[in-house]
């Protein structure tokens, strides 16, 4: 089973709490969102490999450490995602950015794929989705679907926060890719929504109701 990793830095937990805050007005919830991501990514970049190589300082030559050659992909969720791609770009530069749209069909209340853009060499790469809510699962489960239907398989879900049953459900689903959260909450309510949560994360993103 996929491992669930709480990012639990003190800087993280205190920026949550003024993102869950109903009184953050919308620049404010941008730029913590932006914040946050750049230090979740911190975390979720851990345990990138690295080698030995040599450079030589104003003093002497010295061997020290670079990344060995790993290339990275950033894949947010259409839309509420794409409010933390830059806090995590700021980390990653070099990082190839693909992205996934999804809709919940009124009927069936299933993901339908809608929008799929992809770096050519996105199956090599090691990547990151991106969300900021995990609720039910439904939409994660259904990105991480679309990019293994096109061979990819080193993966990572990143969000800010999660439900217990969202969780499970993605975890059944893809055992194989672990989640990175900055924190788990209660429960989901009877409508589908985060609890205590911090609301609709692209309607607080963009401004829209």
Not at 103 to 116: G, N
Not at 179 to 208: M, N
Request: glycine share 8%; hydrophobic share 40%.
């Amino acid at each position: 089973m996929s491992k669930v990793i709480i990012c639990d830095h003190p800087l993280i937990q205190h920026k949550l709490t003024l993102i869950r805050d109903k009184r953050t007005t919308t620049k404010e919830f941008r730029e913590l969102v932006d914040e946050v991501a750049t230090l979740m990514a911190y975390e979720i970049t851990r345990e990138l490999r690295l080698q030995t190589i040599t450079v030589e300082t104003p003093v002497a030559k010295t061997e020290t450490k670079v990344i060995a050659g790993r290339m990275l992909g950033l894949i947010p969720i259409l839309r509420a995602g794409l409010g933390m791609v830059d806090g995590v770009v700021k980390l990653i530069p070099g990082a190839k950015i693909g992205h996934v749209g999804l809709f919940r069909d009124p009927e069936t209340l299933q993901p339908v794929e809608y929008y799929t853009k992809l770096p050519t060499d996105v199956h090599e790469r090691e990547l990151i989705i991106i969300d900021p809510m995990l609720a039910t699962g439904g939409s994660a489960i259904a990105a991480v679907d679309a990019l293994k239907k096109r061979n990819c398989t080193q993966m990572k879900l990143m969000c800010l926060i999660a439900a217990p049953e969202g969780v499970k459900l993605f975890q059944e689903a893809h055992p194989d890719v672990d989640i990175y959260l900055a924190a788990l909450d209660e429960r989901l309510d009877d409508h589908g929504y985060i609890v205590p949560g911090l609301g609709d994360a692209g309607d607080r993103l963009f401004g829209t109701k």
